[in-house]
């Protein structure tokens, strides 16, 4: 679907600025990542909260896993005066402006639960606010714009990153930064967002009214209607709602059951025994939680979800895919889940070193990265890529291995100049180590060249009647890693310790490289059409 305003020989000025725009949205859709994740993480660490809570409340990130489910009402309606996608759009970036100024009122330490729903509120909002953006975009651009358009988009994703994620650990450095309290970095960054909400609502071109491919297809067949959609939705909902209540009464003595007399039999403290009884019981209430769902919208006749995925899954190996899909980043999510705690609190780093080397180099090394994936991946091809990548990725988990079994200052350190550009500082020259320096370069360049292949393969398997269910979908899929090994890997970090939790963060990249193996056939075979769109 394309504006139906737009025609073949409209103005330079209108293309620019219409990359421009998508430059702007990839900008707030990466805003609330870090704020849900290693920001926050870093936020618990000065609070004093232990690892293997910290590592609990990576589950915040939950929305982003199943954001498919409520992606096909995002498609079916449209809000008023704004127009198609606008409105939804508008709307999640003003309520998550609220619910960040909200967080940033609360104290992690001393109110948890308010701290941990809030937390949950803004990844369920920008969730929403990713699944808009990416349907916007789709529409807004003309064919010949969308791989320029999706380069721009993740730079701006990038940028958003290095704010959210990186300045604002300087911010909050008392010695050479400003000294802000993590608190004041959320309130300036609820603001940051409503002056995006500002523009969206009035710099944005309206898309053309009228309901997406997807949903006239289903329509036409007539086995959906909106308020099908919405019983279904609701009925998905209150599955979810009864698994929870299940799990929440009945996971714990389920727990005790399976695996309480291996604790009992062990020399393991009673304190962290209890926390590998939640962990089981977290992966129990998922096991009846997730099938559960499913009964309910094939029930309910959820017809608009239903189609998108059923239209996926007819494709040859499309389990298999899924399965990759959430093996392949693995080893890294392992890696990458406590990464700030491992560098503040075990590393004993400077926030200002942290925030310097790991959030704004680090996150320029990945754009590069990202960018040589790309030109590599012209030469290389698709499953060569994904092969290489991904063993980089892999050995890239060994460097923090060596970090924590070497300690600090192994190769010296580099003097950062002082600086102050008004928005953010440091006081005096500071040294940041070399070893940190060395392994998170190296982590960076590998991760991009790895994202860029892989989103590569997610497009790939994108039926295009359906994209912004099926790209909803997969990409939910391949946040699992990030947001389900957050509990495993806390408790994990704890019971075995750093040195061997990396190599066993490696070990975990194997499964998703054989599995690549397993299916460079039919990876191979997801070139051809990329080719001959290409060409076309």
Not at 107 to 122: E, G
Not at 298 to 307: D, H, Y
């Amino acid at each position: 679907m394309q504006v139906s305003s737009f025609a073949t020989s409209e103005s330079w000025a209108a293309r620019v600025w219409r990359l421009a725009l998508v430059t702007v949205l990839g900008f707030a859709s990466g805003l609330p990542l870090a704020l849900t994740g290693q920001a926050l993480q870093a936020w618990m660490s000065v609070e004093g909260l232990d690892l293997a809570t910290i590592g609990f409340l990576s589950l915040v990130g939950l929305p982003y896993t199943f954001k498919f489910l409520w992606a096909p009402l995002i498609d079916r309606f449209d809000l008023p005066l704004l127009g198609r996608r606008r409105g939804w759009m508008v709307l999640s970036q003003l309520l998550l402006a609220a619910a960040l100024w909200s967080l940033a009122q609360v104290s992690p330490a001393q109110q948890i639960k308010l701290y941990a729903a809030l937390a949950v509120l803004v990844a369920f909002l920008s969730a929403s606010q990713d699944v808009v953006i990416d349907a916007y975009r789709t529409e807004l651009l003309h064919a010949r714009e969308r791989g320029l358009g999706a380069s721009l988009n993740v730079m701006g994703y990038r940028l958003a990153m290095i704010v959210s994620g990186g300045l604002a650990f300087i911010w909050t450095d008392a010695q050479q930064g400003g000294g802000w309290t993590w608190g004041q970095v959320y309130e300036w960054m609820a603001v940051l967002m409503l002056g995006l909400a500002v523009v969206s609502a009035v710099a944005t071109p309206r898309l053309a009214a009228g309901s997406s491919a997807d949903d006239t297809e289903v329509d036409a067949a007539g086995s959906s209607s909106p308020a099908r959609d919405l019983l279904g939705f609701g009925a998905v909902v209150l599955a979810v709602a009864l698994g929870v209540f299940m799990t929440d009464r009945l996971g714990g003595d389920a727990a005790r059951l399976l695996i309480g007399g291996v604790l009992e039999a062990s020399s393991m403290p009673a304190a962290l025994q209890a926390k590998w009884i939640n962990l089981v019981s977290l992966l129990l209430g998922l096991a009846l939680t997730i099938p559960l769902a499913a009964w309910a919208a094939r029930k309910a006749g959820f017809a608009t979800l239903l189609s998108g995925l059923s239209s996926y899954f007819v494709q040859p190996r499309a389990w298999a895919f899924l399965a990759l899909i959430v093996l392949y980043k693995l080893g890294d999510a392992f890696a990458g889940s406590l990464l700030t705690p491992f560098l503040l609190k075990s590393m004993a780093f400077t926030s200002a070193e942290v925030g310097v080397v790991n959030k704004v180099i680090g996150l320029w090394l990945t754009i590069g990265g990202a960018l040589l994936g790309g030109a590599l991946m012209m030469g290389l091809g698709l499953w060569r890529s994904l092969l290489a990548f991904g063993a980089l990725q892999m050995a890239s988990n060994l460097g923090f291995w060596w970090l924590a079994a070497t300690g600090k200052a192994s190769l010296g350190s580099v003097l950062l100049p002082a600086f102050d550009w008004g928005f953010v500082k440091l006081a005096t020259a500071t040294p940041v180590d070399g070893s940190l320096l060395m392994v998170i370069a190296f982590e960076n360049l590998s991760g991009g060249m790895g994202t860029a292949a892989f989103v590569a393969f997610l497009m790939s398997l994108c039926n295009q009647r359906y994209t912004a269910t099926q790209f909803a979908l997969l990409s939910a899929f391949a946040s699992v890693g990030r947001v389900w090994v957050g509990p495993m890997a806390g408790v994990l970090a704890e019971s075995i310790g750093w040195p061997v939790f990396f190599l066993v963060s490696t070990v975990a990249a194997l499964p998703g490289l054989w599995l690549l193996w397993w299916l460079r056939g039919e990876v191979r075979a997801l070139e051809a059409p990329v080719a001959a769109k290409s060409a076309a």
